[in-house]
Each structure stands twice: as structure tokens, then as C-alpha cells.
């Protein structure tokens, strides 16, 4: 067994300012959207997603990929999405398994009302207390991190939707 690589005091530092200001951001951006636009972040993502795609319209497994998402999760928020309105979904003809999210124009007309108070709380809380230099830096930080993380959570997000496939199977009704 490897020995611990703890962390040093300055690296100490730096994990736990790097912690507080990302959970402080996520809830601030959470709370704006929730505030302004009744809509949780995770909903303005998806949203936001099919606004960005051809046709405004995805796979649901493309767009669960994109969000990096488990497909039970996006499931959820997409039926919530559909309750509102803003989202509806239709039978893949070539994949009878398969179903397309589609925007429709209402959840288009919400991404749109939501946006401008979206974008500038991102920019007053996060891009307005940097230098240019620092938002460089902060991207190629992110990059880094990013590039590190996808095939760690990749095979985490496989392995639950592998868990969730079982748990499927094992509640299906018995046929005979």
C-alpha cells in the first residue's frame, strides 16, 4: 500500500479556498436562478443544451452525455421540463429504445427570460474579481482539471447507469 501524499500547508490553503468559493458560486448561481426565473441551475443547463443543438433537439442519451448526467437523472429533470412545458419528447423512429428532447418554443421563451440574469451574476461573481490574466488562468486551471476528471467520472457515470440497468431488470414483471 502507497503512503499518503499529504497535502502541504500552502496546498491545504489553496484546496480549501478552491472549495469554499466553488460551493459559495454554485449556490449563488443556484439561488439567482431559482430566484429570478424559477428554475433550478440544473434545468437552465439542460435548456441551455438543446438551445445550442441542431434543430434544438438531442438524444436523450446525447443530451444526458453533455450534461454529464445519469440518464435517470436527465430523465427526471426532462419530465419536470416537460411538465413546464418547456421540453417535450418524441420516439426515436430508427431506435424504439431511443427518445429525442426537443425545446419547445415556451422553454426557449424561458431560457431567454432567464439569461440575461444568469450571465451577469456569472460575470459579477465570477469574471468582474479577476484580472485578464486570471481568467486565463482560471480556464487553463479548469481545462486541467477537467481533462483529469472526464475518464474518472465516465466510468463512475457507466458504472451507476450499470446499477440502475440491473435494478431495472430485477423490478421487471415476471412474465408466465
Not at 489553496?14 to 426565473?37: C, I, K, P, Y
Not at 419530465?79 to 419528447?89: I, P, Q, S, T
Not at 461573481?125 to 479548469?142: M, N, R, Y
Amino acid at each position: 500500500m502507497s503512503e499518503t501524499r499529504w497535502l502541504s500547508d500552502d496546498e491545504q490553503r489553496v484546496w480549501r479556498e478552491f472549495n469554499a468559493a466553488t460551493r459559495m458560486l454554485s449556490a449563488h448561481l443556484e439561488g439567482q436562478l431559482q430566484h429570478d426565473s424559477g428554475m433550478p441551475h440544473t434545468y437552465y443547463e439542460v435548456l441551455v443544451a438543446l438551445s445550442e443543438a441542431e434543430g434544438r433537439r438531442l438524444r436523450m442519451s446525447e443530451l444526458a452525455d453533455a450534461r454529464q448526467a445519469s440518464r435517470s437523472r436527465l430523465s427526471h429533470a426532462v419530465a419536470r421540463l416537460e411538465a413546464n412545458g418547456w421540453v417535450r419528447r418524441e420516439a426515436c423512429p430508427t431506435d424504439k429504445r431511443g427518445a429525442w428532447a426537443v425545446l419547445t418554443k415556451e422553454g426557449f421563451a424561458a431560457l431567454e427570460a432567464a439569461a440575461p440574469g444568469h450571465v451577469e451574476a456569472v460575470r459579477e461573481s465570477l469574471f468582474d474579481p479577476l484580472t485578464p490574466e486570471q481568467v486565463t488562468a482560471l480556464g487553463e486551471i479548469s481545462a486541467a482539471i477537467r481533462q483529469r476528471l472526464s475518464p474518472k467520472c465516465a466510468a463512475a457515470q457507466a458504472a451507476e447507469e450499470a446499477r440502475e440497468y440491473r435494478a431495472d431488470v430485477v423490478a421487471l414483471p415476471k412474465s408466465g
